[in-house]
């Protein structure tokens, strides 16, 4: 139970930071320069959870993470669906917070809560799909390589969280760079049936991405001897 509380409280703050900069600090208003911001508020909030709860449930936030860990052998199949439940009410927690924070804006012009969308007047289904799919899988492997009980450290955090935030820096023109299935269901569902629409993009494509990277790194070909 201490892991599972461990996600909960570690995606949460994943969601909040990152989301609060897009709806609260008007960055989502701003790209793309405020991608720059957009992109440090999800890295340095990923650092500051994976430093607060990482030795608890290992601060996956994620369930394409958990679904790479599970495939590279690395967690228990009884877990996966605990920790994907988990990490879901973080994520929708943080949503209803932030709901909670702007419903009195004076001039009530929030109906996006950090949702991650893409405009199909811009990129195709398929292009968003690739993006999700292989910034999730590069992602992924990351983690999975520098917590690799070869390779860990205690810089994996930080690691990991530049990572995310550089990700942004390329792909939120796209896709708004997700990588996370629970990110996107906990704004989305308070965003309007476009959010919601596009929701299973979100699901399905980062968690390919995170299946591939957990049965490349299972191989063992990017751990060192």
């Known amino acids: 139970m201490k892991s599972y509380l461990a996600e909960v409280l570690g995606t949460f703050l994943l969601v909040f930071i990152g989301c609060a900069a897009i709806v609260m600090g008007g960055l989502g208003d701003a790209l793309p320069l405020g991608q720059v911001g957009i992109g440090l508020a999800f890295g340095l909030g990923l650092v500051a959870a994976a430093?607060?709860?990482?030795?608890?449930?290992?601060?996956?936030l994620n369930p394409a993470?958990?679904?790479?860990?599970?495939?590279?052998?690395?967690?228990?199949?009884?877990?996966?669906?605990?920790?994907?439940?988990?990490?879901?009410?973080?994520?929708v927690l943080a949503a209803i917070a932030l709901w909670l924070m702007v419903v009195g804006?004076?001039?009530?012009?929030?109906?996006?809560?950090?949702?991650?969308?893409?405009?199909?007047?811009?990129?195709?289904?398929?292009?968003?799909f690739l993006t999700e799919m292989i910034a999730t899988f590069t992602f992924v492997l990351v983690i999975l390589a520098s917590t690799s009980a070869k390779h860990m450290n205690m810089l994996a955090g930080l690691i990991i969280g530049l990572t995310l935030a550089v990700l942004h820096f390329g792909f939120i023109p796209v896709s708004g760079n997700s990588l996370n299935p629970a990110r996107s269901i906990g704004p989305g569902l308070f965003s309007g049936s476009a959010a919601i629409g596009q929701l299973w993009l979100y699901i399905v494509a980062p968690l390919i991405g995170g299946a591939i990277a957990g049965l490349v790194a299972?191989?063992?070909?990017?751990e060192k001897d």
């Open 218 to 222: 299972k191989t063992g070909v990017f």
């Open 51 to 60: 430093y607060a709860i990482g030795p608890i449930s290992g601060a996956h």
């Open 65 to 91: 993470v958990t679904l790479g860990f599970f495939l590279a052998g690395r967690l228990p199949a009884k877990e996966v669906i605990p920790y994907w439940i988990a990490q879901t009410v973080g994520a």
């Open 105 to 128: 804006k004076a001039d009530g012009t929030v109906t996006n809560f950090g949702a991650t969308t893409w405009d199909p007047a811009k990129w195709g289904t398929s292009s968003v």
